[in-house]
Every structure is written in structure tokens, then in C-alpha cells.
Antibody
Framework: QVQLQQSGAELVKPGSSVKISCKAS????????MHWIKQQPGNGLEWIGW????????KYNQKFNGKATLTADKSSSTAYMQLSSLTSEDSAVYFC?????????WGQGVMVTVSS | DTVLTQSPALAVSPGERVSISCRAS??????MHWYQQKPGQQPKLLIY???NLASGVPARFSGSGSGTDFTLTIDPVEADDTATYFC?????????FGGGTKLELK
């Protein structure tokens, strides 16, 4: 069965960077886009961007240009998102989700807390 | 960006029918999808492309609409349906989500 297993919670300092992972199993990793979505406490969902692991192509929500960098490792079927220059506004739960135009499987989410 | 507007909250009794609306600020063709999220969990796909039931989702859930106005219907509502429901469009970039409708049972 399709599973997306994300890395654990992160507590990071303002101004630093963090890299979170999403390990896929149960399907052909290189055949589907992997999307990343942000959810702040009590808030809705924001789409960050996608990567196509088959060729490494990416597309970002302009709002996250320069904030998020998406990569993928075909050998381990793992997608990554690096967030840089972190501020309190980046404190949120981050989900990975499989899909080309709909998000049919989601990871369990990673809570990133930015605090000194 | 395409803004998706949902009512913030609804309260219904078990066994009733409930309709959750989503209005888009511009046309999204039929590329509207619906998700259910329970506290502390990831969202779950319910309906894709306006009216298609996702795999494993009970037939109590249905979707309709096209263009700018879409509806998710649950009939009949069960206690386990207590959750927040989000619409999401993938026709225009960037992809956007509605603010969510919190469904409570009386």
C-alpha cells in the first residue's frame, strides 16, 4: 500500500535552516509529483510546490520562492524540503502529498517550531 | 491567486443530510477536490475532480459543481464525520485551498 513516512518534529532557531524528509513506498516514486503543503495552527492549508522525482523538475508557489527548496533522491525514494532563513512565521506542520493534480496520499506531517 | 471561500462551521444531527459549499473567485473547470481532516491527522482525499469518489470513501459522500460553485454532500451524516472539510483547486496556479468548514454533530 502507498505510504509516505515523514521525518520527526524539529525545534530550530530563528535564522537557521531545516531539511525534512518524506520516504515513499508502495508505488513507483518516479511516476508521481510530490507536493509540499504548510499548515499553521488553527489555519488553513497552503501549497508550497511540487517536485517530479522522475526528472527533478520543480514548481513553486511564488510566495515560497527563496524559502523552500525541493529535492528528491530516486535511490531511496525520498523527497526532501529545505526551509531557509527561518522565522516564527515558518512554525507550522508541513505535509508531503503524492499527486499530479489531486493529493491522494499524504504523509503524517512534520511539526517545525522556530524558537530561540 | 484563486480564492476559495467556504462557510466556517456547520452543525447537524446524525442521520441528516449536509451540504458544504465552496466558491472560487475564478473558474477552475472541474478541478476541485475535497478533503477531510480530523484533529491531529493528515487530510484525506474524499472527492476528486468535483464529483469522483476517492478509493475507499463511503458512498455517503458525494460532490457536484463546475466552474466556480461546488458542493460536498454527506447523506446521511454519521458521528465519525466530525472533522474539518477543505476544498482545493488545481486548475490555476498556485494551487489553493479553501479555509475549511468545521462540521460538528449536535
Amino acid at each position: 500500500q502507498v505510504q509516505l513516512q515523514q521525518s520527526g518534529a524539529e525545534l530550530v532557531k530563528p535564522g537557521s535552516s531545516v531539511k525534512i524528509s518524506c520516504k515513499a513506498s508502495g508505488y513507483t516514486f518516479t511516476s508521481y509529483d510530490m507536493h509540499w503543503i504548510k499548515q499553521q495552527p488553527g489555519n488553513g492549508l497552503e501549497w508550497i510546490g511540487w517536485i517530479y522525482p522522475g526528472n527533478g523538475n520543480t514548481k513553486y508557489n511564488q510566495k515560497f520562492n527563496g524559502k523552500a527548496t525541493l529535492t528528491a533522491d530516486k535511490s531511496s525514494s525520498t523527497a526532501y524540503m529545505q526551509l531557509s532563513s527561518l522565522t516564527s512565521e515558518d512554525s507550522a506542520v508541513y505535509f508531503c502529498a503524492r499527486g499530479n493534480w489531486r493529493f491522494d496520499y499524504w504523509g503524517q506531517g512534520v511539526m517545525v517550531t522556530v524558537s530561540s | 491567486d484563486t480564492v476559495l471561500t467556504q462557510s466556517p462551521a456547520l452543525a447537524v444531527s446524525p442521520g441528516e443530510r449536509v451540504s458544504i459549499s465552496c466558491r472560487a473567485s475564478e473558474g477552475v473547470n472541474s478541478y476541485m477536490h475535497w478533503y477531510q481532516q480530523k484533529p491531529g491527522q493528515q487530510p484525506k482525499l474524499l472527492i476528486y475532480k468535483a464529483s469522483n469518489l476517492a478509493s475507499g470513501v463511503p458512498a455517503r459522500f458525494s460532490g457536484s459543481g463546475s466552474g466556480t460553485d461546488f458542493t460536498l454532500t454527506i447523506d446521511p451524516v454519521e458521528a465519525d464525520d466530525t472533522a474539518t472539510y477543505f476544498c482545493q483547486q488545481s486548475w490555476n496556479d498556485p494551487r489553493t485551498f479553501g479555509g475549511g468548514t468545521k462540521l460538528e454533530l449536535k
